[in-house]
């Protein structure tokens, strides 16, 4: 059987997009994410932020019947000078209904385009958007009801603050999990969306000022630690803010170095925090004992295993590895005396972070090997060691 993978991940790109970015991040997630691009070219070019507000071919309409304005108006014809600017405001409101005709069409578009890139797999996927492809995802979860995402990533957004999430919910309870709206606080192109949103009612800076206005949600000023708020409730949030304070509209997020750090181990469902504080912990280890330095070693993986990580839920790591050794051996009727036990235990931690620092190396490299680099997963690190040093009977 062709070996399967639990989560499919979509990336929706903006106008006039960087090519690359999409490219980049599958170097990230394609170990462990079906992974899927999706593309639309309606805007492409150096018009494609223009044609994006407003219909291109009306542009001479306006600007005819504006000169016409002006020149009836100079010699002092003010009443066909008044009928020349009410017929320019009709072909600017014609101009930005087209564009917005348009851009609703692309979104039926890129929903034909997931519904078949996605068809099949029985799992919600994870999408990450940006700028307009933010846009995009919003109208599609707003108009069709058997779409639905896991967590939805929003960077460089331009869906109004007020866009009402919550009555896609309530069409839809399983729209999606949650979302996080990475805001850039530098970001220039979604301000300039922000002034012109009176115009284009259905475009927003939310992607500079925060979104979900009206609705129950918390504010991150550090994309790294885990939202201390919803910890003190019963009912954690569903939308999230997080302040990027520096970062522009196609900032460093657009690339691996985000991908690999923030966003694997949010759509893994833990805090990019924790995750780093283990991968840290897994290198120092696996350094020491390459440096043969073994009481320093043993030092920091007493660290790793009498500590309780969001992946062993309410366990330290020891009881956790434990409990997989027993599990496991059951399941390949493998024999276990209890005098090897204890051995097998070390065995298997000093297995483990030696797994965890192989696949951050590997996932280094562009063409790097997925059956090493999977142990990013702390949970498949985990499961990797045991079955690495556990005796496995031949006969199971």
């Not at 593309?39 to 018009?47: D, F, N, Q, S, V």
């Not at 003010?78 to 692309?106: D, E, N, P």
């Not at 284009?200 to 939310?206: A, P």
């Not at 434990?322 to 209890?338: V, Y």
Request: hydrophobic share 45%.
């Amino acid at each position: 059987m062709k070996p399967i993978k639990l989560k499919q991940i979509l990336t929706i790109h903006g106008v006039n997009h960087d090519e690359t970015w999409q490219e980049k991040v599958r170097q990230v997630f394609e170990p462990h994410f079906e992974y899927i691009p999706i593309g639309y070219r309606e805007y492409l070019g150096i018009k494609g932020p223009l044609k994006a507000v407003f219909n291109l071919w009306t542009i001479p309409l306006v600007v005819t019947s504006l000169v016409a304005a002006v020149l009836t108006f100079q010699y002092g014809n003010r009443l066909y000078a008044s009928i020349a600017l009410g017929v320019t405001a009709l072909f600017v409101v014609l101009g930005l209904w087209l564009a917005r005709l348009q851009r609703r069409s692309c979104a039926d578009r890129v929903k034909e385009q997931i519904g078949l890139k996605t068809g099949g797999h029985p799992n919600a996927p994870h999408v990450i958007a940006h700028s307009l492809g933010t846009y995009l995802i919003a109208r599609i979860l707003q108009k069709y009801d058997e779409i639905t995402v896991d967590r939805l990533v929003l960077v460089g957004a331009v869906v109004p603050r007020m866009f009402d999430w919550e009555s896609i919910l309530k069409k839809n309870r399983e729209a999606f999990l949650e979302i996080r709206n990475e805001v850039g606080q530098k970001d220039w192109v979604v301000q300039l969306v922000g002034a012109i949103k009176w115009f284009v009612r259905d475009f927003g800076n939310s992607g500079l000022r925060g979104a979900f206005t009206g609705l129950r949600h918390h504010n991150l000023n550090n994309p790294w630690v885990p939202c201390e708020l919803c910890n003190d409730v019963v009912e954690p949030v569903r939308y999230h803010n997080v302040m990027l304070q520096e970062f522009l509209h196609s900032d460093w997020f657009l690339g691996p170095g985000h991908a690999s750090k923030v966003w694997l181990p949010y759509l893994w469902g833990y805090t990019p925090q924790e995750f780093k504080e283990w991968q840290q912990l897994c290198w120092s280890a696996t350094y020491l004992a390459q440096e043969h330095q073994w009481r320093a070693c043993r030092q920091v993986e007493t660290i790793l295993r009498r500590r309780r990580w969001a992946w062993t839920t309410i366990v330290d790591l020891e009881t956790y590895i434990s409990e997989e050794i027993r599990e496991t051996a059951s399941a390949f009727a493998s024999a276990l005396e209890t005098n090897d036990f204890r051995t097998i235990l070390n065995d298997v931690v000093r297995d483990l972070h030696l797994c965890v620092t192989e696949a951050i190396l590997e996932s280094k490299n562009i063409n790097g090997q997925h059956s090493i680099i999977r142990p990013l997963h702390p949970l498949i690190a985990i499961a990797r060691a045991v079955i690495n040093e556990l005796p496995i009977d031949e006969a199971g």
